[in-house]
């Protein structure tokens, strides 16, 4: 990787201040590169590899219901390849990389069969074993409203209140972890898109509408949660020009206020303007700002099952602005901290983008996985789990480009009907800078900011 070298030249010793000068740049210098060393921005793509796990022996499907505990990823119902709907339930085991079906058991979904329903859990609270599952479509054109509680530690199901608004399908679904709140609004029905918004309170087991969603009604939106905010946006609106969205929204849970975010605009990696923070307005343009829909989404926080002060949200995979396949399995990250709010590229799972598939990440971890989706280019429904270490995004050493292989790959396997000599690599989405590199040393315009800084100070100190 690229490093700039610093040259001191000696100064005159015509004073004490003067002589202490090479000590200040050398402690500017340390202070300002290490000021952005675990920042996003200061990522290498390549230390972000997607390998292959054990294939989902449940077949291929889109749109399963996906939630994790610390220990096992679960999957719930989806559409197979004859176009039925499912009820069945499997449980997979990191530790092993093996599956079990709990269908055929006393764990087995008491709900009807469906597609386009969702479900979530905690991401860093490993205490809490609950996940809340419903909504989604069924046979003869049903759309359910109702609101489901599994024990992810015992295998036990409890049936909650129903949603009071109407049964919907691909609706967007926030757990609020610090609150206790589960946000759910937005999807499609029997009377077409919805902007209606409501929180569920676990504790109570009551549902409460919220002020509307802020634009037009949609279904299929990309959403994850990030402390007490929502995060909603982007999906399949009623419009007709654009009718794939890109805007982006936050609601505030404590204030109650929703609040419009810039458009989806994701930048390449390593882009930090002088104070270690991203610089949209000082390098290049943007990787893509192209509308997107019927993905999978989720959050990932620092923190090893405890509150964390740094929590990321990600939107993976899906469809592009024509509602079709994608050039690559597109992956970006959304960091809030950040002054601009930014979304920057990751390197895109394998293959080009899937139209519903579905994702876990084990609570209290950085591990996330990404499974099933419909190939529309290849005409092919999914079985294949892949996973991926986002630690990178948090870790200061590997922000830093310390300690990486470059020469790492991921597994050639895949599910059924995947390109076997796929590999991951430093390159991302469509258009990613593939020369991007991070380095421990400052960009140059830091380097030029903090020279003149060195010589504004030696001129005063000569005066004096």
Same mark, same amino acid.
């Given at each position: 990787m690229t490093a700039f070298r610093y040259q001191h030249h000696r100064l005159p010793q015509q004073s004490r201040l003067v002589s202490t000068l090479p000590f200040l740049a050398v402690g500017l210098l340390l202070l300002c590169g290490g000021s952005g060393a675990n920042s996003i921005g200061?990522?290498?793509p390549e230390s972000l590899v997607w390998e292959a796990r054990t294939e989902f022996p449940g077949g291929g499907r889109h749109h399963p219901i996906t939630f994790a505990n610390a220990t096992h990823g679960f999957v719930? $119902?989806?559409?197979? %390849?004859?176009?039925? &709907?499912?009820? #069945?339930?499997?449980?997979?085991?990191?530790?092993?990389?093996?599956?079990?079906?709990?269908? +055929?058991?006393? !764990?087995?979904?008491? +709900?009807?069969?469906?597609?386009?329903?969702?479900?979530?859990?905690?991401? $860093? #609270?490993?205490?809490?074993?609950?996940? &809340?599952?419903?909504?989604?479509?069924?046979?003869? =054109?049903?759309?359910?409203?109702?609101?489901?509680?599994?024990d992810m530690s015992t295998h036990n199901w409890k049936q909650l209140a129903d949603f009071p608004g109407e049964g919907r399908k691909h609706p967007s679904m926030n757990f609020l972890e610090p609150i206790g709140e589960i946000h759910v609004g937005l999807g499609d029905g029997v009377s077409g898109n919805y902007k209606d918004y409501y929180s569920y309170n676990i504790e109570n087991d009551e549902w409460k509408q919220l002020d509307d969603f802020p634009s037009r009604e949609r279904h299929h939106p990309f959403y994850f949660a990030i402390g007490t905010e929502s995060y909603v946006g982007l999906g399949h609106s009623s419009g007709s020009d654009p009718y794939i969205e890109r805007d982006w929204y936050r609601y505030d849970a404590l204030?109650?206020?929703?609040?419009?975010?810039?458009?989806?605009? *994701?930048?390449?990696?390593?882009?930090?303007?002088?104070?270690?923070?991203? #610089?949209? !307005? =000082?390098?290049?343009? %943007?990787?893509?700002?192209?509308? =997107?829909?019927?993905?999978?989404?989720? $959050?990932?926080?620092? +923190?090893?099952?405890?509150? !964390?002060?740094?929590?990321?949200?990600?939107?993976?995979?899906?469809?592009?602005?024509?509602? $079709?396949?994608?050039?690559?399995?597109?992956f970006h990250v959304f960091d809030p901290s950040d002054d601009n709010s930014i979304w920057h590229a990751l390197p895109p799972h394998p293959g080009p983008s899937r139209w519903a598939p579905g994702s876990f990440v084990l609570q209290g *971890? =950085?591990?996330? &996985?990404?499974?099933?989706? &419909? #190939?529309r280019e290849q005409g092919i429904l999914f079985s294949d789990l892949w996973t991926i270490d986002l630690q990178p995004l948090f870790d200061e050493d590997a922000a830093s480009g310390k300690g990486f292989n470059e020469n790492s790959e991921s597994s050639s396997a895949s599910g059924k009907g995947f390109n076997e000599n796929s590999e991951s690599s430093s390159a991302s989405g469509k258009g990613f800078n593939e020369n991007s590199e991070s380095s421990s040393a400052l960009p140059f315009g830091n380097i030029r900011d903090i020279v003149a800084l060195i010589v504004a100070i030696s001129s005063l100190a000569l005066v004096l």
């Open positions: 200061n990522v290498n719930l $119902s989806g559409s197979i %390849p004859d176009g039925s &709907y499912t009820s #069945d339930l499997w449980v997979y085991e990191a530790a092993t990389d093996s599956w079990t079906d709990l269908s +055929g058991t006393d !764990s087995a979904f008491p +709900g009807l069969p469906r597609s386009f329903g969702y479900g979530v859990a905690a991401t $860093s #609270d490993c205490l809490n074993t609950k996940a &809340y599952v419903g909504f989604g479509g069924g046979d003869d =054109r049903a759309r359910f409203a109702d609101w489901w509680e599994f204030g109650g206020t929703w609040n419009q975010e810039e458009d989806f605009a *994701s930048y390449a990696l390593g882009m930090l303007d002088a104070g270690g923070v991203t #610089d949209v !307005s =000082r390098n290049s343009a %943007p990787v893509t700002t192209e509308a =997107r829909v019927a993905g999978t989404q989720f $959050s990932v926080a620092a +923190g090893s099952c405890t509150t !964390s002060d740094k929590t990321l949200g990600f939107v993976l995979s899906g469809d592009g602005d024509n509602h $079709s396949t994608m050039e690559t399995g597109e *971890s =950085r591990q996330a &996985y990404f499974l099933a989706g &419909y #190939d």
